[in-house]
Each structure stands twice: as structure tokens, then as C-alpha cells.
């Protein structure tokens, strides 16, 4: 794991749970050590962006609500700092508690330990929240990532590669 890596890792729950996508807005050289696993966050729900193919992420009145992503260890310093580009001002860089579904071997586990995470775990991950005005999310449905695979992806890495390459 490169010196520089972040201590945190970071849930996805959007169009970033594409690893396509992801690479496209990071960038990562042949040196990254990326470990990516299926994790949630509960007390949380995603909407799509009305109009848009993309969610944002809000607290939930229902506690019990749990959104499903991914979980990735190992972004560089340079890797967040194009993360906070892309995301952009309506979303903001959290720290909340996120439940790993898969094991994470020690190495992949930098906040002070090199002790492997199980299956139910919770690690404190970076998480990007929707924190724009909500009206701007279609809160009558859940956002499809099966949809934004199928349907937008493609355009999505164009986009994401087009704003990047202007960093």
C-alpha cells in the first residue's frame, strides 16, 4: 500500500460502484493496491437525481433502511482529491460507519490496525453524502444501479474521463 494512501477507505452507492467509472475518475497508476468489497450503511436512502442517472444519498427518518454498496481500500491522497472534484458541491465527505459483507484481509485495513475484517463488521469509511437541496432528489423511488449499468455507464465513463483528463 502506497505511503500516501488515505487511512480511510470509501463507500460507493452510486455510479462509482462501477469499477469502470471509478478508474475513470481516480486514475489509479500501476502501483495502486485497490480492494474493493460489498458493504452497507444503515439510516441512510438513495434517490436518483431528478433527471439525472446518478443518486444522492440522505439520512432516513427509518433507521432501519440500509443502502448497499461497495467498499473500497487503498485511494491515494491524489485519488480523494479527484473524488471531491467529482462529486462536486452538493455532496460532502463524511466519515460514518459502514457494515463489510465480505472478508477484508489486514493488509487492507489501515486505520491503525492490521487486524482482518469479517463478514458484519463496521469500519469507519469516507462517505459521500447528498447535502444539496433535496427537492433536487426524486424521493418517490430508489435509485437502480442494474438501470445505470444497463442503460448509462458508457456515457457515464465518457463523461467521468472527459472531466478528469481537465484536472
Known sequence: MSIASDPHPCFFYGSLMSPAVLNAVTRPGPES???TVRASIEG???HPYHKQPYPGMIASHDKTLVVEGNLVFGHTLMD???LDQFEGD???RVVLPVKVHDAVPGAFNVQGQC???APGDIIHAYVYVFTGPHECLDQTMEWDFEAFQRDHVKQWIRTSSDFTDEQ
Do not use: I, K
Open 44 to 46: 441512510y436512502v438513495r
Open 80 to 82: 480523494r482529491f479527484r
Open 90 to 92: 452538493e455532496y460532502t
Open 115 to 117: 487486524n482482518p475484517l
Open 33 to 35: 493496491n485497490l480492494y
